[in-house]
């Protein structure tokens, strides 16, 4: 069969010639095309539809296709006869309509420098378009616009409904890092700053687009100009949160910077996939963003990303970003499977489950110190304000351990008070004295405060508790437990961190196990005990 074929390539015939000319039939257009340039809503639908031609074809016509055509001039050659036209016009044109694109890419860079906030169906509709038969004139300024600070697609109709969103999402990914590494080859400096700023919103407002979802931004306003050194604290339950995060940043109205985030290694670089193939990780990488090595953890890395960030931060002004849990929490889910949210103590890895306070790692108050401190050592007047910011609702759009993306959901952005670390207030203490880890774990108590707050994480978790409580029990002992409550809602939080467990685990366990957690508030039993109940739970979720 492979021989058949391979003489069929190598005879010219009608059946081929027409092969050839709808896989070039792009490039051959354009070029024919080539003195025209047009934006009117003629050409933007005649150039979509070729540019969709195009995109699905063009990756392997201008790899694999330039491959096979010219060894198949080289075995002409070798067979001493002289090559089909065809075969060395094929590569010519590949040339041609990567320079092409590459121009295309250019005028998308730019228009999206000076439009940040573009809606993403336009642009993207443009992306298309810009691989089209016609070279496409963007207009001075974009048809839609995006507010940042209320983004609602729940309500969208026609080409705003997409209807494959994982193939679309991993295509408009791939897209935007392109740009990126596109735009590092020409330029530094204040323009990749902007861009990446309208990258970044672009991004996160196209994959809630995806989600036909909303995002809401609520909770305490600040002036981001007497905060210049500020590192944005987010609790972790869903992929989701990259996508909404840096959505809390483009809020604050300043397109000239962006924030970097500190992320997993392992998820961007050492993911062939993300990596490679969409870019992604390439793109985080000139951009500047933070890697931390969780495969291999040491403390010496770790003060490298810590020092790392505190650089960026008080000496270049950058604000950072990042998820103090570390990973992703696992999912509540209701009797019947239905999304209801996501834990706040319950990790995915049991070391963490075990270790008290091992659902927040102590990153963000090791960096909010030594930024602190680095300022101090230099004679810098200021501070370093941590911005605890909760988010509600992505670990209903999309859960650990799922791709499929629950429509509809309203995702909230809530911001906390600023915690201030003043550069005056730790001057004189040093590192790995008994101030310094003091003060560490001082700041490490108000992050946790903070985002347990915003979330209302033990509120939410007493609610449901009694809710399952009214099903089994009668009034009075459900009043006898209410009192029991009352003396673990202070500062020790293992009653909430058991009930936090217990509902992330399968509804089977969820009776038996509250049962065992009724029976020990009642008998006022010790915290020892309630340990123990701790790893009771901890094996049925591991399991």
């Known amino acids: 069969m492979m021989i058949h074929a391979w003489e069929w390539l190598l005879t010219p015939s009608r059946e081929l010639m027409c092969v050839l000319a709808a896989v070039y039939l792009v490039p051959l ?110 207009p001075k300024h974009p048809r839609r616009v995006l507010d940042p600070q209320s983004i609602d697609f729940r309500q969208v109709r026609g080409r705003d409904r997409i209807r494959f969103p994982l193939l679309v999402g991993l295509c408009s990914t791939c897209v935007l890092s392109r740009l990126v590494l596109c735009a590092h080859r020409k330029h530094r400096g204040k323009f990749i700053a902007r861009l990446a700023h309208a990258i970044s919103f672009l991004w996160g407002a196209r994959m809630v687009q995806l989600a036909r979802a909303a995002v809401v931004r609520e909770g305490v306003a600040f002036d981001p100009a007497c905060h210049p050194h500020r ?11 990259f996508v909404i995060a840096p959505l809390a940043f483009a809020a604050e109205g300043n397109p000239a910077s962006y924030a970097h985030f500190i992320v997993a290694k392992d998820h961007f670089i050492d993911n062939f996939f993300v990596n490679r193939i969409l870019g992604m990780g390439r793109a985080m990488e000139v951009l500047g963003m933070i890697f931390v090595d969780r495969r291999r953890p040491t403390k010496e890395k770790a003060q490298q990303v810590v020092s790392q960030a505190v650089i960026q931060l008080a000496d270049e002004g950058a604000p950072i970003m990042m998820f103090p849990q570390g990973t992703r929490t696992r999912p509540f889910l209701s009797v019947n499977g239905e999304r209801l949210g996501s834990a706040y103590y319950a990790s995915r890895k049991r070391p963490q489950l075990e270790k008290e306070g091992g ?3 102590k990153g963000a108050a090791y960096l909010g110190i030594d930024a602190a401190l680095h300022l101090a050592k230099h004679k810098r007047h200021g501070s370093v304000s941590l911005i605890p910011i909760g988010l509600m609702g992505t670990g209903i759009v999309c859960p650990p351990g799922s791709i499929r993306l629950h429509m509809g959901v309203v995702m909230r952005l809530r911001m906390g008070e600023p915690i201030v670390v003043r550069a005056e207030d730790v001057r004189g203490i040093r590192r790995e004295t008994q101030a310094y880890r003091l003060s560490v774990e001082t700041l490490h108590q108000k992050i946790d405060d903070a985002l347990r707050s915003l979330i209302k994480v033990h509120a939410e978790l007493e609610r449901r508790f009694f809710e399952d409580l009214r099903k089994t029990l009668d009034p009075l002992k459900i009043e006898e437990v209410a009192v029991a409550m009352k003396s673990w809602r202070n500062d020790d939080p293992v009653v909430f961190v058991i009930l936090d467990y217990i509902y992330a685990c399968q509804p089977k366990h969820w009776r038996p196990l509250l049962g065992e957690l009724v029976q020990l508030l009642l008998e006022c039993a010790p915290r020892e005990r309630l340990v123990e109940l701790k790893l009771k739970v901890i094996n049925a979720l591991v399991a």
């Open 231 to 241: 590192v944005y604290l987010f609790n972790h339950a869903s992929l989701f949160d």
């Open 29 to 138: 257009v354009r070029l024919v095309t080539l003195p025209l340039s047009a934006g009117d809503p003629v050409t933007r639908f005649v150039n979509r539809w070729c540019g969709r031609w195009d995109i699905s074809i063009g990756w392997l016509r201008d790899s694999a296709g330039v491959i096979l055509l010219l060894a198949l001039s080289g075995y002409s050659l070798w067979q001493d006869a002289p090559p089909q036209f065809f075969y060395l016009a094929g590569p010519l044109l590949s040339v041609l309509n990567i320079f092409w694109k590459r121009q295309a890419m250019d005028r998308l860079i730019d228009f999206l420098h000076d439009h940040p906030y573009v809606h993403p169906q336009e642009f993207f509709d443009d992306v298309v378009a810009s691989r089209g038969v016609i070279r496409l004139k963007l």
């Open 359 to 361: 659902h927040l790692k």
